[in-house]
């Protein structure tokens, strides 16, 4: 399904990583480990097409990133991929239904296997732990594990095909962190949807089927 070739990335205060060349199936779970500052977000921001490549490509689908405008990037990126970020990213005034279906706004295929919103947003949350009351809670109200949830539930709806996560155990105590892969690993289609995962965190590589250590692959 997605497959990376030769990537390359300078940062402008001089540094450069060569990445691992790594290839993702449907249905798989990859999670990419190693210290802070090795390139974890970064690969992961390249993949999303957020970050522009410098050298190499990335194939999904069939669909060459070199070949695409930013402008179909960034519907690709809509349609395909989920995303689950470090900072969350939740829009704070917003309740907790509404952040989860800023999901599939902009993404016609995403919101296309959603028939009815109301109710899916309920099956996404309650499967990750979260009780229904919750939905019209503006988000800064909620714990930081909760907020994690939400922000799951976001990158779920719809169902894209691929879902990226940077580091969304990081807030949590290692008994939450237990807690909520199991939820967050029971509510993906695992017959579809692939994830790739960094983390610092070795502990939880048991709940992926492959791992890579960004420690001992750099140039």
């Excluded at 179909?72 to 470090?86: E, M, P, S, T």
């Excluded at 719809?158 to 879902?163: A, F, V, Y």
Aim: glycine share 6%.
């Amino acid at each position: 399904m997605l497959k990376t070739l030769g990537l390359e990335y300078h940062y402008q205060y001089g540094k450069k990583i060569v990445f691992p060349e790594i290839e993702v199936k449907k249905g798989q779970r990859l999670l990419i480990s190693g210290f802070s500052g090795c390139g974890k977000t970064t690969l992961l921001s390249l993949i999303a097409g957020a970050l522009k490549l410098q050298a190499g490509d990335i194939k999904f689908d069939g669909h060459e990133y070199s070949k695409m405008s930013s402008l179909f990037l960034d519907k690709f990126r809509a349609d395909h991929i989920g995303y689950i970020f470090q900072i969350l990213n939740l829009i704070p005034f917003l309740s907790v239904s509404e952040n989860i279906a800023l999901g599939i706004k902009f993404s016609k295929s995403r919101k296309s296997k959603v028939a009815n919103l109301n109710q899916e947003i309920i099956r996404l949350i309650n499967s990750l732990g979260l009780e229904k009351e919750v939905l019209n809670t503006p988000v800064n109200r909620l714990s930081v594990g909760q907020q994690q949830r939400v922000a799951v539930a976001r990158a779920l709806l719809g169902k894209p095909d691929l879902i990226l996560a940077d580091e969304p155990t990081s807030a949590l105590d290692t008994g939450t962190t237990k807690k909520f892969l199991n939820e967050m690993m029971e509510t993906f289609d695992s017959t579809k949807q692939a994830i790739i995962m960094v983390s610092h965190d070795a502990s939880i590589a048991p709940y992926f089927d492959t791992v890579i250590d960004f420690n001992n692959h750099h140039a």
